[in-house]
C-alpha cells in the first residue's frame, strides 16, 4: 500500500498549486482522504478532509475559502488545490486514507509529504 503526494515547489505569495495523491495497491475511493501539512518547527495540523463519494469535504479555518479538496476515484486520485497561498502556508503536506475526520487519528494510511514553500 502506498500512498504519494506530490506537486510541491517554491512559489510567491499570492500563487496557486495543486497537488495531488495517488494511491497504489488500495482501492482508494473505500476511504476518505485528507490533507495534514507540517511547518518547520511545528506539529502537523489537519488542512482538509473529503468523504469517500466526495459528498463532504471539511476545512481547516486557515485555508477555507482558499484551498479546495477534490477527488477522482477512477484514478485514484486526490487533489488539493491551493489559491492565494500565503507564506504560512509553507509546510511539508502529507495525504492520508481512512476515515472521515480532522485527527491524524483516524487515518491508516499516509504517503510521503510533499514540501510547499511560499515566499513573500
Known amino acids: 500500500v502506498q500512498l504519494q503526494a506530490s506537486g510541491g515547489g517554491l512559489l510567491q505569495a499570492g500563487d496557486s498549486l495543486r497537488l495531488s495523491c495517488i494511491a497504489a495497491g488500495l482501492t482508494l475511493a473505500d476511504y476518505a482522504v485528507g490533507w495534514f501539512r507540517q511547518a518547520p518547527g511545528k506539529e502537523r495540523e489537519f488542512v482538509a478532509v473529503i468523504s469517500r463519494t466526495a459528498f463532504a469535504t471539511r476545512y481547516a479555518d486557515s485555508v477555507k475559502g482558499r484551498f479546495t479538496i477534490f477527488r477522482n476515484n477512477a484514478a485514484s486520485t486526490v487533489y488539493l488545490q491551493m489559491n492565494n497561498l500565503k507564506p504560512d502556508d509553507t509546510a511539508v503536506y502529507y495525504c492520508?486514507?481512512?476515515?472521515?475526520?480532522?485527527?491524524?487519528?483516524?487515518?491508516?494510511?499516509w504517503g510521503k509529504g510533499t514540501l510547499v514553500t511560499v515566499s513573500s
Open positions: 492520508a486514507a481512512g476515515e472521515y475526520g480532522a485527527s491524524s487519528y483516524y487515518y491508516t494510511y
